[in-house]
C-alpha cells in the first residue's frame, strides 16, 4: 500500500520567506501526483498537477516539482503571504484512475 | 457554475437514525467521489462513481450507502452510525474517472455521531 509523508509536519515562518514543503511515497509507479492546500473546517482547493512524464509544474508563486525515481515531491512557495497559510497536502494518483492516497499534511503558518 | 455543494454543512445524528448528505455539481463531471476525513488526519477515498456506477468501495462499511441517481448527484445514505463516524464528509467530482482535468471538492458535511 502506498505510503505518503510530508515533512515537516508543521511550520511557521515570517511573511515574505521562500519556503519548501516535502512530500515523499514508496510506490513510485504512479501516474500523477496533485498539491492541494486545505483551510480549517474546510474542503480542498486543487494548486498543481504534475503529469508522471513531468518534472515540474509553476502556477504564480507556486512551483512543484516530482522526481518519480526517488519517490519525492516539492511545493515552493516564493515571498509567503499570511493567506498562504493553510495545511498543504500532497496526493499521489496510483492507478491513473484519479484514486487520490493523500499524505500527511504540513500545516503552515505565515506570520505578518 | 464551477462549484461542488454539499449539504447539510453540519449534521448531529444518533447512533439509530438515518440520515443523508447530499453533494451536486452542475460542471458536467462524470466522475464523483466521497472521501472521509477525520480530525488532523488525510482525506481517505471511500467510494466512486463513474458514470452512474459505483466503480470503487474501498472496504467501507454497509452502514455507509451511496447513491448516484444521475449525473449531478450524489448522496451518501447513512445509518446505525456509530460514534468514531464522526469525521468531515468531502465530495469531489472531476471530469471523469481518468481525467484530472479539474477536480473540486466541495466544503463537507460535518458529522457529529452522539
Known amino acids: 500500500k502506498q505510503e505518503v509523508t510530508q515533512i515537516p509536519a508543521a511550520l511557521s515562518v515570517p511573511e515574505g520567506e521562500n519556503l519548501v514543503l516535502n512530500c515523499s511515497f514508496t510506490d513510485s509507479a504512479i501516474y500523477n501526483l496533485q498539491w492541494f492546500r486545505q483551510d480549517p473546517g474546510k474542503g480542498l482547493t486543487s494548486l498543481l498537477l504534475i503529469q508522471s512524464s513531468q518534472r515540474e509544474q509553476t502556477s504564480g508563486r507556486l512551483n512543484a516539482s516530482l522526481d518519480k525515481s526517488s519517490g519525492r515531491s516539492t511545493l515552493y512557495i516564493a515571498a509567503s503571504q499570511p493567506g498562504d497559510s493553510a495545511t498543504y497536502l500532497c496526493a499521489p494518483d496510483q492507478t491513473g484512475a484519479n484514486n487520490l492516497f493523500f499524505g500527511t499534511g504540513t500545516r503552515l503558518t505565515v506570520i505578518p | 457554475d464551477t462549484e461542488v455543494t454539499q449539504t447539510p454543512k453540519h449534521l448531529v445524528m444518533g447512533m439509530t437514525n438515518k440520515k443523508s448528505l447530499k453533494c451536486e455539481q452542475h460542471m458536467g463531471h462524470r466522475a464523483m467521489y466521497w472521501y472521509k476525513q477525520k480530525a488532523k488526519k488525510p482525506p481517505e477515498l471511500m467510494f466512486v462513481?463513474?458514470?452512474?456506477?459505483?466503480?470503487i468501495n474501498e472496504s467501507v462499511p454497509s452502514r455507509f450507502s451511496p447513491e448516484c441517481p444521475n449525473s449531478s448527484l450524489l448522496n451518501l445514505h447513512l445509518h446505525a452510525l456509530q460514534p468514531e463516524d464522526s469525521a468531515l464528509y468531502l465530495c469531489?467530482?472531476?471530469?471523469?474517472?481518468?481525467?484530472?482535468?479539474?477536480?473540486?471538492f466541495g466544503s463537507g458535511t460535518r458529522l457529529t455521531v452522539v
Open positions: 469531489a467530482s472531476s471530469v471523469r474517472d481518468r481525467d484530472l482535468r479539474g477536480y473540486t
Open positions: 462513481y463513474s458514470y452512474e456506477k459505483l466503480s
